[in-house]
């Protein structure tokens, strides 16, 4: 555990404080239930919150301290526990897991000890100002223009948007320090703070402040969904919010001056001067729509889509409304999000692997159809970079978690969006087009009771073996395969075309079917070969005349080096 000075200086005051030794073990509690009444007034960049929200000691033994955090461009003003208030103490506390770098952190005394797996209600009051805020980016080196594109959030007049823990703290949280300049730290600390939040509820309710009083009020999502607006008082929009169990997207508020369009397949909500720009991104919507309905289905709704006023701005996903700049949208990136949002609202799994890997794996198809294999794996590529920079530091040997940290369980970004895109174009690449389309089809989210039951449904369509693949990629994580092409030797045939042998190592610890190239003067052969995890195979091709140059994977198999993946033949002695 780290302590900051500060936190040191402030700790040895509260051992007097409380007359026993002990550490600050931030993570001791969840936030399991939040009721909040938030109130805006977006021009004064400010937020005003009260509310109620219920901890759980997740630890074995009783707990008296408590720790609330917040964005530190907030402050505490009241908790209690009943009518009673409690002793708190306050300080800065820096992390990266808000836009700011730091957190205001209350340390909270509980009235009694709470038991283990207990729950206690606190009730809270803070308030502040949220400006854009790049902070944490900008400290550790990242261009100001591409840190203000990143982290968008803020209160302002028109527009409103703050995603919650990994971009602000508007609710309060409970986490170890995060450092952005520590490769992977943040991730594992948010990805500990989704796993305990799993299944915690929220609610919402808003007093916003709006200056145009005569004009339409303003649209609110909560999480990607409408909340209900009515006028309140003179110049205040009053919103109810739907309860929402907390998703792997941190909880998010959008509020802004939108104008609505809606197309056949989805709903545009847009900013007043980019009209012509949502039109555009429904006519790519409309075009795309016949490639995903073929592969997962005709839709359930329209697909939503939110407009930010940063041209640059980084897309996000908050629920099933997806928010992205439409200015500055190219008809390749309108195609490819459309393509993604279209497949949410076609096909539903509450697996973040299936749900959010096909909805990439369908822009990856889309790619294909427009611009051709080639695109697509390059398309692949940076995300299978990504994966490359994740699954080796992760580190070797691997503990027993990150061995288990597999995709049926992850809630961890890299693995559910990058690796799960990789998966399902291998799968796919396995066992044919119709096979997997027919395996989607056949998948219904109500009997998805179990992680098999996925890769049951695709094995139910496939005369192959693929529970190797399935442990290896699915079940575990055994890391990436690692391709040698270890020896290829050339012969002439009776038919006067050659043979080549080639025999390729997988050096890594997961298994893979990947396509092996043999070049040739005036053209090359492709042919797919199964290679489960350290074990070699060979396999003969046939090719016109005599192997130059061996190429193992075409880039569509993620891999951790790439280096050893060519040979050069020699020509046949015979
Ligand atoms: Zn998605």
Redesign the pocket.
């Given at each position: 555990m780290r302590f900051p000075a500060k936190a040191l200086c402030f700790l040895c005051a509260l051992y007097v404080l409380c007359g026993a030794s002990f550490a600050l073990d931030r993570e001791a509690f969840s936030i399991t239930n939040y009721n909040l009444y938030l109130q805006i007034e977006p021009e004064q960049h400010r937020l005003g919150v009260r509310g109620k929200i219920t901890l759980r000691n997740d630890r074995d033994a009783p707990q008296k301290i408590a720790v609330l955090q917040i964005s530190s461009s907030l402050g505490w003003r009241s908790i209690k526990a009943g009518d009673r208030a409690v002793q708190f103490v306050t300080q800065p506390f820096t992390s990266d897991i808000d836009h700011t770098g730091q957190l205001s952190e209350a340390i909270v005394t509980l009235p009694q000890e709470v038991a283990p797996h207990a729950s206690v209600d606190l009730d809270i009051a803070y308030e502040g100002v949220i400006l854009l805020d790049a902070t944490r980016l900008t400290r550790i080196g990242t261009p100001e223009d591409l840190a203000k594109s990143t982290d968008w959030d803020q209160i302002d007049t028109s527009f409103t948007a703050v995603r919650g823990a990994g971009y602000v703290a508007w609710y309060p949280i409970a986490t170890e320090s995060a450092n952005l300049s520590e490769n992977n730290d943040l991730p594992q600390v948010l990805t500990r703070w989704k796993v305990r939040e799993a299944g915690s509820v929220m609610h919402l309710r808003l007093a916003v402040s709006w200056k145009q009083i005569d004009s339409p009020l303003p649209h609110t999502f909560f999480s990607g969904l409408p909340c209900t607006m009515e006028p309140y008082l003179l110049g205040v929009v009053d919103a109810d919010c739907l309860p929402q169990k907390e998703r792997l997207t941190s909880p998010s508020l959008l509020i802004a001056d939108y104008l609505v369009q809606e197309k056949l397949g989805v709903e545009m909500h847009f900013l007043p001067a980019h009209g012509a720009a949502a039109a555009r991104f429904a006519e790519e919507a409309e075009k795309v729509a016949p490639l995903i309905h073929d592969w997962f289905g005709s839709q359930r709704e329209r697909a939503k889509v939110a407009d930010l006023p940063d041209p640059d701005a980084a897309p996000f996903?908050s629920g099933a409304l997806l928010l992205t700049p439409l200015s500055n949208l190219s008809s390749n990136s309108a195609g490819l999000a459309a393509a993604?949002q279209l497949t949410?609202v076609s096909f539903l799994s509450f697996r973040p692997w299936i749900d959010?890997g096909l909805?990439h794996f369908a822009q990856v198809l889309y790619l294909e159809q427009q611009k051709g294999r080639q695109a697509a794996l390059v398309y692949m590529g940076a995300h299978r970079s990504v994966l490359t920079a994740f699954e080796s530091s992760a580190g070797t040997p691997r503990s027993d978690e990150e061995v288990t940290h597999s995709l049926v369980n992850t809630v961890n970004e890299e693995l559910y969006r990058s690796k799960a895109m990789c998966v399902w174009w291998m799968l796919r690449d396995v066992i044919g087009d119709a096979a997997l389309k027919k395996a989607i089809a056949s998948y219904k989210p109500e009997q998805d009771n179990d992680p098999t039951y996925m890769p049951r449904l695709i094995a139910a369509q496939t005369q192959r073996d693929l529970s190797w693949f399935f442990d290896d990629w699915v079940y575990r994580d055994h890391g990436l395969p690692d391709f040698k092409v270890e020896s290829a030797f050339s012969s002439r045939t009776l038919t006067k075309s050659f043979l080549v042998a080639i025999t390729v190592d997988n050096l890594g610890s997961a298994g893979a079917e990947v396509p092996v190239k043999v070049k040739f003067a005036g053209g090359e052969v492709t042919k797919r070969l199964e290679i489960r995890a350290k074990q070699k195979a060979t396999i003969r091709i046939e090719t016109p005349a005599a192997a130059q140059e061996i190429v193992v994977n075409d880039g569509s198999v993620p891999e951790s080096d790439t280096t050893n993946n060519t040979l050069k033949v020699d020509a046949p002695s015979n």
């Open positions: 996903e993604h949410h959010e909805a």
